[in-house]
């Protein structure tokens, strides 16, 4: 018998391990835990790897007194259910009709799929701040926008940890003006 037979002994021991594995990957320094969860790049069903995923955010959101869910532009995550309780709902786009829709339409679907207090957006990497008024965000607050940044871009290209960026940098000042609107600092 194994675990898909109802084999609850291997379930059991399966689940410690699986614990184990998850803590194990959690890089931890200044204040802060990381995990990265990929996803698959295979064709199929993705049933039994998203139920984990939503039980691994549950253990994490009941260890930390933050999570952080970073997922894939598009509403795939949350059609699935990955995500079906949050506290903050922040949507990042870009100056661009395509990001506008995406947004809108994760709200939307969020509306009806999940539980969350407060959300708002935050436009990214924009050339100027007088594209704001071409937006059509409507329904949304806006929690921060970030015009563009070469001291990030240049992090980003050089492969190094955007936490070394200081405070007063475009994305890290934008980032805390985000937080601070939306209630979190």
Not at 21 to 32: L, M, R, T
Not at 42 to 52: D, K, M, P, V
Not at 126 to 145: A, F, Q, Y
Request: charged letters at 30%; proline letters at 2%.
């Amino acid at each position: 018998k194994n675990v898909e037979d109802g084999d609850t002994k291997s379930a059991v021991e399966l689940l410690g391990e699986a614990k184990y594995e998850i803590y194990d990957a959690i890089k931890e320094q200044d204040g802060y835990a990381f995990i990265a969860i990929g996803r698959p790049e295979t064709a199929g069903c993705y049933c039994r790897i998203n139920s984990y995923l939503k039980e691994v955010i549950t253990l994490l959101s009941e260890q930390f007194d933050y999570v952080v869910i970073d997922g894939e532009a598009g509403i795939e995550q949350i059609n699935r259910r990955v995500m079906e309780k949050v506290t903050h709902l922040v949507l990042v786009t870009d100056a661009s009709k395509k990001g506008c829709q995406v947004v809108k339409t994760i709200k939307n679907v969020a509306d009806e799929l999940v539980m969350y207090e407060k959300a708002g957006v935050i436009v990214n990497r924009i050339p100027d701040k007088k594209v704001i008024e071409l937006m059509d965000i409507s329904g949304l607050p806006l929690l921060s926008v970030i015009e563009n940044d070469m001291k990030l871009a240049e992090a980003d290209i050089k492969g190094e940890n955007i936490l070394t960026l200081s405070d007063d940098d475009r994305i890290v000042a934008g980032a805390a003006e985000a937080l601070c609107n939306i209630g979190l600092i």
